[in-house]
Every structure is written in C-alpha cells, then in structure tokens.
C-alpha cells in the first residue's frame, strides 16, 4: 500500500478529529510546563501556545520570566511562527531583551499533528541577566571583555494589542519616518513585513493597524492587498489620500 503525503492526509481526516488531536496534544503536554520550569528554578518559564486562537494563545504557563497567564497572548516570536504556518523551525536557544532591560534566553518548539500541520509550540524562557552581568565581569578582569551585545527587544503581554503596536512602533522605528513621511513603496513595504511577521492573522489587527497610522481601514486593507500582490521593490498604486480629505 503507497503511502500519502500529509497534505493528502489533511485534506481526507475530518476537521473535527484533527481538533481533538490537537487537543489531546496539548492536554499531554500542558503537566510537563509545570516540571520543566521546577527543574530549571526560578529562573525558567515554560509556556504552552495553542496557535488556533492567537489572541488568547497561552494555554499553560509555569514562571514569571515574562509574566504571561493562562488566556494571554503570544509574542511577535509566534506571530511570526504562525506567519511560516506548516514550514515554520523549531528555534533554539535565541536571546531577546525583554521588558527593564531583562535579557532572556529561548527556545520555541514548534507542535504539529500527524498530518504535520502546525498549530502550537512549546516555549522554555530563562533569565540570564545576571549570568551576562557575571560573564562581563568576569571578562572585564580577564582583560578579554569585548563591546557588548545588542539582542532585539521582544515585547511580551498579555494583551495581544500591545505586541502588535510594538511590532508598528519597530517598523517605523526602523525606517525612521513616521507614516506620514513614508513614500508609497516604503508603506507598502511596511504593510508586506507586517504581514510576513503574522500581524494580520490576528484578530482586529487591521483596525488597530490602521488606528495607529491614521488612515481608513478600507486604506489598510488596500495597501495590504497590495503588498501581496506586488514583488518587494517597485509597488505601486496605492492609496495615499490623507485620512482628514477622505469622506
């Protein structure tokens, strides 16, 4: 007998028994959160994600590294873990600077079913503040300390609205530029990073989006449609009318 590709599989297995797979996935691991974060101390939490709902995505929670609870949001790690959906890593032992200067050492491992589709992840956080600040000292008497280190800063919450202003707020950061001063390339080219780190796949997100910049929602859902269409350089056409001229 030939055997199927997961693909084939999705497609024939009932919607409703992949569910309860998944949930029987996360109902096996939810009591390992609890004894990972005991074995590693007060300085590890352990987070279950359950990505079918990502604005409410933590299903189990043990620590307080970066003080979510059961019911809060992901990160922008798992948004952009659920933007690559079934192609999505593992990835392992990253450093982010979290909120007060708090630097965290993470791994997210990815959950899939048995037809391989993604849906959750199981993350393991560790604060390693004081390691890095015993590490510097340590070099700095050994006389090999070197310029130090600038990780990117995550935001972590439990409001799924406050990591995707911080992901806006990154953005123009980067470019320097508030929306206003952006050309339409640049603000099709936000629009397109947005999207490729998961923002839109939550829930209200446009609305929010389109709050922040100050244009229409029907502006947003413009430049977005957009920026899927049209190659990374060289977009075009989209709608610049200031939001106080529109009707």
């Avoid at 949930?23 to 009591?31: E, K, Q």
């Avoid at 798992?78 to 392992?92: C, I, Q």
């Avoid at 859902?221 to 269409?229: E, I, K, N």
């Amino acid at each position: 007998m030939e055997s199927q590709d997961p693909q084939t599989l999705r497609e024939e297995e009932p919607v409703e028994e992949r569910e309860r797979e998944r949930d029987v996935i996360l109902r096996a691991l939810a009591p390992l959160v609890g004894g990972i974060a005991a074995t590693f101390g007060p300085v590890c939490e352990v987070v279950l994600h359950d990505y079918r709902r990502p604005e409410r995505s933590v299903v189990a929670v043990a620590g307080a590294v970066t003080g979510r609870t059961v019911g809060g949001a992901m990160s922008e790690i798992g948004m952009r873990v659920l933007a690559r959906g079934d192609a999505a890593v593992d990835e392992l032992n990253y450093v982010t600077r979290a909120g007060a200067g708090k630097l965290v050492k993470s791994s997210t491992m990815v959950l899939r079913d048995s037809t391989n589709a993604v849906f959750g992840a199981l993350c393991v956080n560790v604060d390693v503040t004081e390691v890095d600040r015993a590490r510097a000292v340590l070099a700095a008497l050994a006389g090999t300390a070197a310029g130090p280190s600038d990780p990117p800063a995550t935001t972590f919450g439990d409001d799924i609205d406050s990591v995707v202003d911080a992901l806006l707020d990154a953005h123009l950061l980067r470019q320097d530029q508030t929306w206003a001063g952006l050309d339409r390339p640049r603000r099709l080219a936000l629009f397109r990073s947005l999207d490729e780190h998961g923002v839109f796949a939550v829930r209200r997100a446009i609305e929010q989006t389109a709050a922040r910049l100050g244009i229409s929602r029907a502006s947003a859902y413009t430049y977005l449609s957009q920026a899927r269409a049209t190659p990374a350089t060289g977009a075009d056409g989209a709608d610049d009318t200031p939001e106080g001229a529109r009707s």
